[in-house]
């Protein structure tokens, strides 16, 4: 009987957080997979116990650095189905903007991780001076329109807090132009097959076919899945190998089953594309950014700066709601229940990484060690949403 070989990365470099990967391999090509997450737990759902949901809504925002629209999004969502309030369309096409360019944001800064997995040495350089240029560009959108670069302060439950003024708008509109130029000249190198690596190579010949989660393209609906057949469990419980007493995460399964979620999920179930290959995450995601401007561009247009950005008398009372939106990695759920005072009695929030990890360390088997590290980075895993679990010893 044949001993596998054990490969520890110590810490995963390039990903949202702090993560180890140990992959068992058999004459250099990997036949199991170990990706754990070593973060501290910081207690969000906890920390709004008590508190009073529009507090909650930017609370929750602050788990992350990059899903920060998202993760407002949901909650304020959320909230609305407990309380039964409708944002106006104004406010509810300005929420979808800003959650089309946090997902932009966080595609151009995934594009520099995996550079330098796909992307030839004498060419990098030029890409991701283009990402830089094109993530500058993008994030200076929610810093007018959201009031902040991350974090944006104007999202809120039922609309917008704050709208720009009309000229700072009709600038943007103007600058339109431009923003979709800088997308194009990124886009051009980073499809460029000339300029990229064996790894690029060896994750087009991976087909790895999978069940996908998804609960609509450019924003999400609660109605599109099915709340109670998400289930957790804590990493450890999934893997019963000693290390995975390490992990600080939960993992998530949709009716019992692994599910890939995220741009290539979007991209399958609403969309006409057929790359089932490793490769099709970076198209996917390319696919995504692609389409997520063109839509903004449409926003921008749709937009009426005379008519009301927020729902009026709004009041918290009791209740339970269920908020599902589409963050750049995929799926993301806020379940929220509010007590007599209209305060937090209970939240709970489901990641699109909780769902991925297991499909990761299944899309590691059959690769070579090198490409089996780029696809842990090419599923863009963010670690601070991920972290929920304490185990005490």
Not at 30 to 35: E, G, I, M, P
Not at 328 to 355: A, Q
């Amino acid at each position: 009987m044949k001993t596998l070989g054990e490969v520890t990365f110590d810490k995963v470099c390039r990903i949202a957080g702090e993560a180890k990967l140990i992959l068992y391999e058999e004459d250099e090509v990997v036949q199991d997979a170990l990706f754990i997450a070593t973060a501290p737990v910081r207690g969000f759902e906890k920390m709004v116990v008590g508190k009073n949901p529009l507090f909650a809504v930017e609370a929750v925002m602050r788990i992350c650095g990059l899903c920060h629209a998202s993760h407002g999004i949901a909650a304020s969502e959320a909230i609305e189905h407990a309380i039964g309030v409708t944002p106006p369309r104004n406010g509810r096409l300005m929420r979808e903007a800003l959650g089309l360019i946090n997902r932009a944001q966080s595609h151009a800064l995934l594009f520099l991780m995996v550079a330098g997995d796909l992307i030839k040495e004498e060419k990098r350089n030029d890409v991701l001076f283009k990402l830089m240029d094109f993530h500058a560009k993008i994030s200076d959108y929610l810093l007018k329109l959201g009031g902040a670069a991350t974090h944006p302060p104007n999202l809120t439950i039922g609309g917008m807090l704050s709208v720009p003024k009309w000229s700072v708008f009709n600038n943007l509109k103007a600058r339109f132009k431009d923003l979709t130029a800088s997308w194009e000249a990124t886009e051009e190198l980073l499809i460029d097959e000339d300029i990229q690596t064996e790894i690029a190579d060896e994750l087009r010949g991976a087909k790895r076919p999978f069940k996908y989660l998804a609960s609509g393209f450019f924003y999400g609906d609660r109605y599109n899945i099915e709340w109670d057949k998400v289930s957790s469990v804590p990493y450890y419980e999934f893997r019963k190998e000693e290390a995975a007493r390490e992990s600080t995460t939960l993992v998530s399964f949709y009716n019992g089953e692994k599910v890939e979620t995220g741009p290539r999920a979007r991209m399958i179930t609403y969309r006409e594309f057929r790359d089932e290959s490793l490769y099709g995450l970076h198209l996917a995601r390319i696919e995504d950014t692609r389409l997520a401007i063109q839509r903004l561009g449409e926003i921008l247009d749709e937009i009426r700066m005379e008519e009301p950005f927020r729902a009026g008398d709004i009041t918290f009372r009791p209740g339970k709601g269920v908020g599902v939106y589409e963050a750049p990695r995929g799926t993301l759920i806020h379940y929220v229940e509010l007590g007599e005072e209209g305060r937090v009695l209970k939240s709970r929030i489901v990641v699109p990484t909780m769902f991925n990890i297991p499909v990761m360390e299944e899309m590691a088997k059959g690769l070579s060690v090198k490409a089996a590290e780029a696809v842990m980075r090419l599923y863009d895993p963010c670690i601070p949403c991920t972290t929920h679990v304490v185990r005490l010893r």
